[in-house]
């Protein structure tokens, strides 16, 4: 009797898995993690606006698809994302609030 040979499927599913990662943006689902290090607050700041002007940029233009009469696109996905950036741009207004009042109160110590 022989046997089924599992290393060509194993390599088909390796590349569905690649192209799968790929398609979606994230990094290669073979390559080992690397050590997750210190992250700089900095960073991390500059991360969190990013991905709220991207939400703010991305309810731009579908709006402005669904306005031009683009059959591709959805009300409620127009909302939706306009929804999204708004809850992201308000909870940044928060934290920058809370960073504020932070710095201030930090300077009114008495050293």
Do not use: H
């Amino acid at each position: 009797m022989i046997g089924i040979d599992t290393s060509r499927i194993d390599a088909m599913v390796a590349q569905l898995k690649v192209a799968a990662a790929r398609s979606q943006g994230n990094v290669n689902p073979l390559q080992p993690e690397k050590s997750v290090g210190k992250t700089d607050f900095a960073d991390a700041l500059k991360a969190s606006l990013d991905q709220v002007n991207s939400a703010q940029q991305k309810s731009t233009q579908l709006g402005e698809r669904f306005a031009l009469g683009d059959d591709k696109v959805n009300l409620s996905d127009v909302m939706i994302s306009m929804q999204k950036a708004s809850i992201g741009f308000q909870a940044t207004i928060q934290v920058r609030n809370k960073l504020v009042a932070a710095y201030q109160d930090i300077m009114n110590m008495q050293v």
